[in-house]
Nanobody, 124 residues
């Protein structure tokens, strides 16, 4: 059973950068594609970025391309999301997720395991 634990988040001023991380301390994530989703207040959960099992391939939603970077450290069983130039529209609960499907899978129902979610609030 994969158990994803998320770290990072909080209140951040617009224009700043932020790094979120997600790991399973008890098992390897080498066999899973990983992704980050986010859910803004009053909205559905949207795909943000995905990364392949090895970390060599990534996929981003158009809304974050160029500002968000997903990476994976299989030796540490950890996936990261680096966010540059935060703006208030980035305010959301961010979730990491794991799947055995392809890394470019954007449907949340295709992901088997989820982190607990972490709030990111961007102030103007």
């Amino acid at each position: 059973q994969v158990r994803l634990i998320q770290y990072g988040g909080g209140l951040v001023r617009a224009g700043k950068d932020l790094t979120l991380s997600c790991s399973d301390p008890g098992r390897t994530l080498n066999n899973y594609s990983m992704a980050w989703f986010r859910q803004a207040p009053g909205k559905g959960r949207d795909f943000v970025a995905g990364i392949s099992e090895t970390g060599s391939n990534t996929y981003y939603s158009d809304s974050v391309k160029g500002r968000f970077t997903i990476s994976k450290d299989n030796a540490k069983n950890t996936v990261f999301l680096n966010v540059n130039y935060l703006n208030p529209d980035d305010t959301a609960v961010y979730y990491c997720a794991a799947t055995r499907a392809a890394y470019y899978t954007t449907r949340d129902r295709d992901y088997e395991y989820w982190g607990q979610g972490t709030q990111v609030t961007v102030s103007a």
